[in-house]
């Protein structure tokens, strides 16, 4: 999934795009270890895009408690 595609998400449909990239992630390091991964570079990408996903969540929630600090 492409940065820009990730930037269009609310924090909660990132929160569950969150929960799916650990999963596979997971998924990806019990084949790299029993030698089921054809290419290694997919653990990379996965892991990749949970920063990417990661970055995102802190930002729309540092962004979302300045919003709310500004009101009061």
């Known amino acids: 999934m492409e940065l ?11 929160r ?3 929960r799916e ?8 390091r019990l084949k790299l270890k029993t030698n089921q991964l054809n290419n ?3 653990k990379r990408k996965a ?3 949970l920063a990417w996903i990661l970055m995102l969540i802190s930002e729309k929630t540092a962004a979302n408690r300045s ?6």
């Open 4 to 14: 820009d595609e990730l930037r269009q998400m609310s924090a909660e449909d990132l």
């Open 16 to 18: 569950v795009k969150e």
């Open 21 to 28: 990239s650990r999963e596979e992630i997971f998924r990806l």
């Open 40 to 42: 290694p570079a997919t």
């Open 47 to 49: 892991r990749r895009e």
């Open 67 to 72: 919003a709310k600090a500004a009101k009061a």
